[in-house]
């Protein structure tokens, strides 16, 4: 059994603003079918990778669950019950994003601030420190990208009608190796074109693992690619022989 545990795992507010941005769906009006469906899934999915899902995915599966009912059940016609269902899930993804961005700023700043050497004295040194367009620096690899990753290779590999039965032993350290290898005559490597070739679910999940350790070691790095199901993996130090 491969466990991975995450000390910044981001929540299931995280995981709605994912699809919204993705999807480029308007936060005001909600496609809760369809944002239900999705968001079901991506649990799933987290359960194949074995990762630790917390509480609060659950309490807001059952959230969403919900709001979807009450669309469904036809209007009575009180104020009360012609309100829209998602009116609280809207109002509290509004403040989480504002809080997120707000965050990010901070974040940034203190990241320049830290470059930064005043000279003593010299009082009219400019003290403004400039940022990067922030949407640029909400690009990040988050772990939702890496599990719209795996399911996109899962959804791409050859389907079997018949289940074989068999020990397939596959270690971190081998993919690790694999990893390294495949680094020796790339500097850079999508997650699909690294693991597309391989049929063994299993070897699947143990490469995402050896490949998050190599992130954790700073052997290599990861940033979004041009689509949110896919990301980008590049060498950021020398691959050790």
């Known amino acids: ?15 709605l603003l994912f699809f919204i941005k993705r999807d480029e769906l308007d936060i005001y009006d909600i496609p809760i079918s369809r944002i239900t469906k999705e968001f079901l899934e991506y649990l799933h999915y987290m359960t ?6 917390a509480g609060d995915f659950i309490v807001m599966a059952a959230e969403l669950m919900h709001i ?3 669309m469904l059940l036809p209007q009575e016609g009180t104020e009360e019950e ?24 901070l ?14 004295g010299f009082g009219s040194d400019a003290r403004t420190v400039t940022l990067e367009d922030r949407e640029e620096s909400l690009k990040s690899v988050t ?19 018949y289940h074989d ?25 999508t997650f699909f074109e690294l693991v597309s070739h391989m049929t063994e679910k299993i070897r699947i999940i143990v490469t995402i693992i050896a490949m998050l350790e190599m992130v954790k070691n700073k052997i290599i790095a990861l940033r979004v690619a041009d689509h ?8 950021v130090t020398g691959i050790p022989a």
């Open 165 to 189: 039965v068999e020990l397939l032993n596959v270690t971190i350290d081998e993919q690790m190796s694999y990893i390294a290898d495949v680094f020796r005559f790339k500097s850079s490597v």
């Open 1 to 15: 059994m491969y466990r991975v545990k995450l000390s910044e795992f981001e929540g299931p507010l995280d995981l």
């Open 228 to 235: 949110e199901d896919d990301f980008i993996i590049y060498k």
């Open 82 to 105: 012609e309100a829209d269902p998602r009116a609280e899930l809207v109002r509290r993804l509004l403040e989480y994003k504002r809080y997120k961005e707000a965050s990010a700023v």
């Open 48 to 53: 194949e990778l074995d990762l630790e899902v």
């Open 68 to 70: 979807k009912v009450r």
């Open 143 to 161: 772990i939702f990208n890496l599990i719209a990753s795996f399911k996109k290779v899962l959804d791409s590999a050859p389907k079997k009608i």
């Open 107 to 120: 974040s940034r700043l203190e990241d320049e601030s830290v470059k930064l050497f005043y000279r003593q």
